[in-house]
């Protein structure tokens, strides 16, 4: 019961005043495992959680962990000399506040506030139901989609789509490292050439946690530092929680724990699902609202930088319970900042996805060092995720099979060369249903398919003017939530 409750406030108080530690130079740390040799950083830190003790070593950026949580059987320390986190004295006493009246002060004041804000939560839910059943929400609410077995949403869907949609930079650094330990894995949802995706709770939570294979070593890398650098809070970003490594028989495991989504990836949803119009609008638009986001860069104290996805596909998107979808898998992401003037690629050798490559991609005419250029290729696989969306939308009681794209001209697993063939010698795009131009909406987006598959990567729209025009099809359409339905 005490590790349970000190865990929480870990948490609170881990942002409290810091003994930051200065250091200008690189120093020889003492790690928990060979797989961070050498174990060389600016910072080393000793901590002992409940009885659990972590060393390692970090960089100046993250020196904001090094602070001492003065809670009972929490102890961390930082420093910033060869191997001074090898032999750390402990307290003497447990540390923390010595006096009962603090202990209980920072024990019911919090669990005071958590009460309220979920009464709060419960009331409000109350009411966005009553609203819905007597048909006054606002008419451009997306529709709630249904699970595949036709369920209705429980109150808990609804609370986790209040609480927990969205993104953010994660858990503590220090608390991430533990995390591991506190997930139960449940069943896997999902296999990759990067691994594997389960579903674990944590904390009376259901967690998406993916397991990267060791040959992807790369990507694990590049996501996690991406979410632990980056402010990415977006609800068409999929929520990150921690990342963590593990070793489970004898063997590393490379863990990236997000936020979970039934309803699975966009490529898995629309196997099984028809779209109406308007449905198939609302997820669109939510796509390249998520695009733009990653696209633009922030100028404000907590902003960030610029970022090209460079794997956008419809498997790499996940579909949310409200109908809209979310973007996941940063590991090839490119970082660029205008401001700071740098442009980071990374150093994954993995490559994007061929059946999704630009035609400047696949003929290697691309400037690597222009990061417009990213996001141009990024534009290109937009349009081919739009193209899959509308096969499978009904329009008149006509509805495609799905289809990957290029389906009809090249191989299940097709090669390079075949790609590069169809789509820069042959130019060929994606063939478009003559019902498409039969309704407005879709008619719209077929015109915007077609221009993000122009073949020169300059005369593609950009991901704010396709958010841009999107939304104002969106405003213009006169439709209710009752009307919205998703057959599955």
């Known amino acids: 019961m005490e590790a349970a409750a000190g865990f929480p406030l870990l948490l609170t108080l881990m942002y ?47 020196r904001e962990q090094c602070v001492d949580p003065q809670i009972p059987d929490v102890f961390v320390k930082c420093c910033s000399t060869d191997y001074c986190n090898a032999n750390i004295t402990l307290p003497e006493k447990p540390v923390g506040p010595s006096e009962p009246g603090s202990v209980l002060v920072l024990v019911v004041v919090p669990l005071l506030v958590l009460l309220l804000l979920s009464i709060a939560v419960c009331v409000f839910v109350l009411w966005l139901r009553s609203k819905r059943q007597h048909g006054h929400l606002q008419e451009h609410d997306p529709p709630m989609l249904k699970l595949p077995n036709g369920a209705d949403p429980t109150y808990g869907d609804i609370f986790d789509e209040f609480c927990t949609s969205g993104s953010g930079t994660g858990l503590p650094y220090l ?75 004898s063997s590393t495991q490379l863990w990236l724990v997000t936020h979970f989504h039934e309803l699975g990836s966009l490529y898995d949803f629309l196997q099984y699902s028809l779209l109406d119009p308007e449905t198939c609008l609302c997820m669109c638009l939510s796509i390249a609202s998520g695009l733009v986001h990653l696209h633009t860069e922030i100028l404000t104290t907590q902003g960030k930088p610029a970022i090209a996805h460079r794997d956008l596909k419809s498997r790499n998107i996940l579909v949310k319970r409200n109908g809209q979808c979310c973007i996941a898998d940063l590991g090839l992401a490119v970082i660029h900042s205008q401001s700071n003037d740098y442009l980071d690629v990374g150093n994954n050798p993995r490559v994007g996805t061929k059946r999704y490559m630009a035609p400047e991609v696949l003929d290697e005419s691309i400037r690597v060092d222009i990061f417009e250029s990213y996001k141009q290729t990024d534009i290109w696989a937009l349009g081919l995720v739009l193209w899959e969306i509308t096969r499978r939308t009904n329009v008149n009681g006509i509805v495609e099979e799905y289809r990957l794209p290029f389906f009809d001209v090249v191989p299940s697993d097709p090669s390079f060369e075949e790609m590069k063939k169809v789509v820069c010698v042959d130019q060929y795009r994606p063939c478009l249903h003559n019902r498409l131009h039969s309704h407005p909406i879709l008619s719209a987006i077929a015109k915007i398919m077609k221009e993000c598959w122009f073949q020169s990567p300059s005369a593609r729209l950009t991901a704010l003017r396709v958010r841009k025009t999107l939304a104002k099809l969106d405003q213009d359409q006169d439709y209710s939530t009752d009307k919205l339905k998703l057959d599955v």
Not at 200 to 222: H, Y
């Open 16 to 62: 409290s005043s810091l003994n930051m530690v200065h250091s200008g130079h690189r120093v020889n740390c003492v790690c928990e495992n060979p797989y961070t040799d050498p174990c060389v950083g600016s910072i080393c830190f000793f901590t002992l959680n409940h009885g659990e003790v972590r060393k390692g070593s970090f960089e100046n950026e993250q």
């Open 175 to 249: 608390v991430q490292r533990t995390m591991a330990r506190q997930i139960s894995l449940v069943e896997c949802v999902g296999k990759g050439r990067y691994g594997e995706v389960w579903r674990g709770t944590w904390m009376g939570e259901n967690v998406a946690v993916k397991i990267f294979s060791s040959r992807d070593e790369q990507s694990w890398f590049r996501e996690t530092e991406i979410y632990n650098t980056v402010q990415l809070r977006h609800e068409n970003i999929l929520g990150f929680i921690a990342s963590d490594m593990t070793s489970k028989n």
